[in-house]
T-cell receptor, first 116, second 115 residues
Framework: AQSVTQLGSHVSVSEGALVLLRCNYS??????LFWYVQYPNQGLQLLLK??????LVKGINGFEAEFKKSETSFHLTKPSAHMSDAAEYFCAVSDAVTGGGNKLTFGTGTQLKVEL | EAGVVQSPRYKIIEKKQPVAFWCNPISGHNTLYWYRQNLGQGPELLIRYENEEAVDDSQLPKDRFSAERLKGVDSTLKIQPAELGDPAVYLC?????????????FGNGTRLTVT
Protein backbone atom coordinates (compact mmCIF):
# COMPACT_ATOMS: atom_id res chain seq x y z
CA ALA A 1 0.00 0.00 0.00
CA GLN A 2 1.15 3.50 -0.72
CA SER A 3 1.75 5.96 2.09
CA VAL A 4 2.77 9.53 2.79
CA THR A 5 4.82 10.97 5.63
CA GLN A 6 4.72 14.65 6.41
CA LEU A 7 7.57 15.74 8.64
CA GLY A 8 6.56 18.35 11.15
CA SER A 9 2.95 18.64 12.25
CA HIS A 10 3.46 22.36 12.92
CA VAL A 11 5.64 24.82 11.02
CA SER A 12 6.00 28.47 11.92
CA VAL A 13 7.54 31.11 9.64
CA SER A 14 7.76 34.86 9.57
CA GLU A 15 5.86 36.81 6.96
CA GLY A 16 8.08 37.14 3.89
CA ALA A 17 10.18 34.11 4.77
CA LEU A 18 10.57 30.91 2.79
CA VAL A 19 7.95 28.24 3.35
CA LEU A 20 9.11 24.61 3.19
CA LEU A 21 6.70 21.79 3.99
CA ARG A 22 8.11 18.30 3.73
CA CYS A 23 6.49 15.23 2.22
CA ASN A 24 7.95 11.79 1.59
CA TYR A 25 6.02 9.03 -0.09
CA SER A 26 6.17 5.30 -0.41
CA UNK A 27 5.03 3.77 -3.66
CA UNK A 28 5.71 0.62 -5.64
CA UNK A 29 4.74 2.29 -8.90
CA UNK A 30 5.34 5.76 -10.34
CA UNK A 31 3.11 7.89 -8.16
CA UNK A 32 0.68 10.66 -8.70
CA LEU A 33 1.24 13.23 -5.96
CA PHE A 34 -0.89 16.08 -4.71
CA TRP A 35 -0.79 18.95 -2.25
CA TYR A 36 -4.04 20.25 -0.77
CA VAL A 37 -4.68 23.18 1.56
CA GLN A 38 -7.45 23.31 4.16
CA TYR A 39 -8.61 26.53 5.78
CA PRO A 40 -10.59 26.36 9.03
CA ASN A 41 -14.04 24.85 8.65
CA GLN A 42 -13.58 24.29 4.94
CA GLY A 43 -12.91 21.39 2.65
CA LEU A 44 -9.62 20.65 0.93
CA GLN A 45 -8.53 22.78 -2.01
CA LEU A 46 -6.05 21.53 -4.59
CA LEU A 47 -2.76 23.46 -4.61
CA LEU A 48 -0.90 21.44 -7.22
CA LYS A 49 -0.36 17.97 -8.57
CA UNK A 50 2.37 15.88 -10.16
CA UNK A 51 1.40 13.21 -12.66
CA UNK A 52 4.06 12.93 -15.36
CA UNK A 53 6.50 15.21 -17.13
CA UNK A 54 8.24 18.17 -15.53
CA UNK A 55 9.30 17.43 -11.99
CA LEU A 56 8.93 21.03 -10.80
CA VAL A 57 5.24 21.74 -10.51
CA LYS A 58 3.75 25.17 -10.01
CA GLY A 59 0.46 25.64 -8.27
CA ILE A 60 -1.86 28.33 -7.05
CA ASN A 61 -0.99 31.14 -4.63
CA GLY A 62 2.71 31.05 -5.54
CA PHE A 63 3.36 27.53 -4.27
CA GLU A 64 5.46 24.96 -6.07
CA ALA A 65 6.71 21.46 -5.41
CA GLU A 66 9.47 19.32 -6.83
CA PHE A 67 9.17 15.61 -7.40
CA LYS A 68 12.45 13.86 -6.56
CA LYS A 69 12.25 10.18 -7.29
CA SER A 70 15.68 9.40 -5.84
CA GLU A 71 14.62 10.90 -2.52
CA THR A 72 10.95 9.81 -2.73
CA SER A 73 10.07 13.36 -1.83
CA PHE A 74 7.56 15.98 -2.94
CA HIS A 75 8.28 18.99 -0.76
CA LEU A 76 6.12 22.11 -1.01
CA THR A 77 7.74 25.55 -1.12
CA LYS A 78 6.84 29.20 -1.42
CA PRO A 79 9.53 31.89 -1.61
CA SER A 80 7.73 34.45 0.55
CA ALA A 81 5.05 33.62 3.11
CA HIS A 82 1.93 35.73 3.45
CA MET A 83 -0.41 35.89 6.40
CA SER A 84 -3.15 34.40 4.24
CA ASP A 85 -1.06 31.21 3.82
CA ALA A 86 -1.79 30.17 7.39
CA ALA A 87 -3.70 26.91 7.03
CA GLU A 88 -3.25 23.15 7.16
CA TYR A 89 -1.50 21.48 4.26
CA PHE A 90 -1.90 17.87 3.20
CA CYS A 91 0.27 15.82 0.92
CA ALA A 92 -1.40 12.88 -0.84
CA VAL A 93 -0.42 9.99 -3.08
CA SER A 94 -2.72 8.27 -5.52
CA ASP A 95 -3.21 4.53 -5.58
CA ALA A 96 -3.75 3.08 -9.01
CA VAL A 97 -7.34 1.92 -9.24
CA THR A 98 -9.36 0.33 -11.98
CA GLY A 99 -12.30 2.00 -13.57
CA GLY A 100 -11.02 5.54 -13.33
CA GLY A 101 -10.95 7.88 -10.40
CA ASN A 102 -8.35 8.05 -7.68
CA LYS A 103 -7.82 6.57 -4.28
CA LEU A 104 -5.88 9.27 -2.46
CA THR A 105 -3.96 8.41 0.67
CA PHE A 106 -3.27 11.52 2.74
CA GLY A 107 -0.56 12.42 5.16
CA THR A 108 -1.41 13.63 8.65
CA GLY A 109 -1.04 17.27 7.66
CA THR A 110 1.18 20.22 8.54
CA GLN A 111 -0.26 23.26 10.23
CA LEU A 112 1.45 26.38 8.88
CA LYS A 113 1.56 29.45 11.09
CA VAL A 114 2.70 32.79 9.68
CA GLU A 115 3.89 35.41 12.13
CA LEU A 116 4.43 39.12 11.68
CA GLU B 1 -18.75 25.55 -12.17
CA ALA B 2 -20.55 24.81 -8.96
CA GLY B 3 -18.51 22.89 -6.44
CA VAL B 4 -19.31 19.82 -4.40
CA VAL B 5 -22.22 20.62 -2.10
CA GLN B 6 -22.68 18.96 1.25
CA SER B 7 -25.35 19.33 3.88
CA PRO B 8 -25.73 19.88 6.70
CA ARG B 9 -22.54 21.75 7.64
CA TYR B 10 -22.91 20.82 11.28
CA LYS B 11 -24.83 18.07 13.05
CA ILE B 12 -25.16 17.42 16.77
CA ILE B 13 -26.87 14.23 17.85
CA GLU B 14 -27.11 12.03 20.89
CA LYS B 15 -25.39 8.69 21.09
CA LYS B 16 -27.42 5.84 19.56
CA GLN B 17 -29.32 8.17 17.25
CA PRO B 18 -29.16 7.85 13.46
CA VAL B 19 -27.65 10.53 11.26
CA ALA B 20 -27.38 11.10 7.52
CA PHE B 21 -25.16 13.28 5.39
CA TRP B 22 -25.94 14.36 1.86
CA CYS B 23 -23.64 15.15 -1.05
CA ASN B 24 -24.18 16.59 -4.52
CA PRO B 25 -21.04 16.20 -6.68
CA ILE B 26 -19.86 18.41 -9.50
CA SER B 27 -21.88 17.86 -12.65
CA GLY B 28 -20.25 15.31 -14.93
CA HIS B 29 -18.09 13.77 -12.20
CA ASN B 30 -18.88 10.10 -12.19
CA THR B 31 -16.60 9.19 -9.28
CA LEU B 32 -17.73 10.10 -5.77
CA TYR B 33 -15.89 9.57 -2.50
CA TRP B 34 -16.72 9.78 1.16
CA TYR B 35 -13.82 10.52 3.48
CA ARG B 36 -13.71 10.84 7.25
CA GLN B 37 -11.33 13.33 8.83
CA ASN B 38 -10.65 12.96 12.52
CA LEU B 39 -9.34 15.92 14.46
CA GLY B 40 -5.70 16.59 13.66
CA GLN B 41 -5.56 13.89 11.00
CA GLY B 42 -5.68 13.60 7.24
CA PRO B 43 -8.83 12.38 5.51
CA GLU B 44 -9.35 8.62 5.28
CA LEU B 45 -11.39 7.00 2.55
CA LEU B 46 -14.65 5.35 3.58
CA ILE B 47 -16.17 4.49 0.21
CA ARG B 48 -15.71 5.22 -3.48
CA TYR B 49 -18.42 5.11 -6.13
CA GLU B 50 -18.09 4.80 -9.87
CA ASN B 51 -21.50 6.04 -11.05
CA GLU B 52 -23.98 4.15 -8.87
CA GLU B 53 -21.64 1.25 -8.05
CA ALA B 54 -19.66 1.14 -4.83
CA VAL B 55 -16.29 -0.09 -6.10
CA ASP B 56 -14.31 0.29 -2.88
CA ASP B 57 -16.01 0.06 0.49
CA SER B 58 -13.29 -1.89 2.27
CA GLN B 59 -12.81 0.86 4.87
CA LEU B 60 -16.50 1.40 5.58
CA PRO B 61 -17.55 0.05 9.02
CA LYS B 62 -20.50 -1.87 7.72
CA ASP B 63 -22.02 -2.68 11.07
CA ARG B 64 -23.23 0.89 11.46
CA PHE B 65 -22.33 2.80 8.30
CA SER B 66 -24.12 2.64 4.98
CA ALA B 67 -24.09 4.68 1.81
CA GLU B 68 -26.03 4.93 -1.36
CA ARG B 69 -25.76 6.77 -4.64
CA LEU B 70 -29.02 6.36 -6.43
CA LYS B 71 -28.98 7.26 -10.13
CA GLY B 72 -25.26 7.86 -9.96
CA VAL B 73 -25.47 11.49 -8.87
CA ASP B 74 -26.27 12.52 -5.28
CA SER B 75 -25.11 10.37 -2.42
CA THR B 76 -26.09 9.83 1.19
CA LEU B 77 -23.91 8.49 3.99
CA LYS B 78 -25.70 7.15 7.05
CA ILE B 79 -24.60 6.16 10.52
CA GLN B 80 -27.02 4.09 12.59
CA PRO B 81 -26.58 4.17 15.48
CA ALA B 82 -24.01 6.89 16.13
CA GLU B 83 -21.35 6.17 18.75
CA LEU B 84 -19.09 8.39 20.81
CA GLY B 85 -16.16 7.50 18.54
CA ASP B 86 -17.86 8.84 15.40
CA PRO B 87 -17.29 12.62 15.78
CA ALA B 88 -15.31 13.82 12.79
CA VAL B 89 -15.68 15.86 9.64
CA TYR B 90 -17.26 13.80 6.89
CA LEU B 91 -16.02 14.97 3.52
CA CYS B 92 -17.49 14.24 0.13
CA UNK B 93 -15.40 14.57 -3.01
CA UNK B 94 -15.83 13.94 -6.70
CA UNK B 95 -13.56 13.57 -9.71
CA UNK B 96 -14.05 13.46 -13.46
CA UNK B 97 -13.69 10.27 -15.53
CA UNK B 98 -10.11 10.99 -16.61
CA UNK B 99 -8.07 8.37 -14.86
CA UNK B 100 -5.62 8.26 -12.02
CA UNK B 101 -4.22 11.76 -12.40
CA UNK B 102 -7.53 13.49 -11.84
CA UNK B 103 -7.59 15.55 -8.65
CA UNK B 104 -10.42 15.22 -6.19
CA UNK B 105 -12.72 18.18 -5.60
CA PHE B 106 -13.92 18.38 -2.02
CA GLY B 107 -17.00 19.81 -0.40
CA ASN B 108 -16.85 21.78 2.85
CA GLY B 109 -17.76 18.74 4.89
CA THR B 110 -20.21 17.95 7.66
CA ARG B 111 -18.89 18.25 11.20
CA LEU B 112 -20.52 15.64 13.43
CA THR B 113 -20.73 15.96 17.20
CA VAL B 114 -22.07 13.09 19.30
CA THR B 115 -23.17 13.77 22.88
Amino acid sequence: AQSVTQLGSHVSVSEGALVLLRCNYSSSVPPYLFWYVQYPNQGLQLLLKYTTGATLVKGINGFEAEFKKSETSFHLTKPSAHMSDAAEYFCAVSDAVTGGGNKLTFGTGTQLKVEL
Amino acid sequence: EAGVVQSPRYKIIEKKQPVAFWCNPISGHNTLYWYRQNLGQGPELLIRYENEEAVDDSQLPKDRFSAERLKGVDSTLKIQPAELGDPAVYLCASSPPQGNGSPLHFGNGTRLTVT
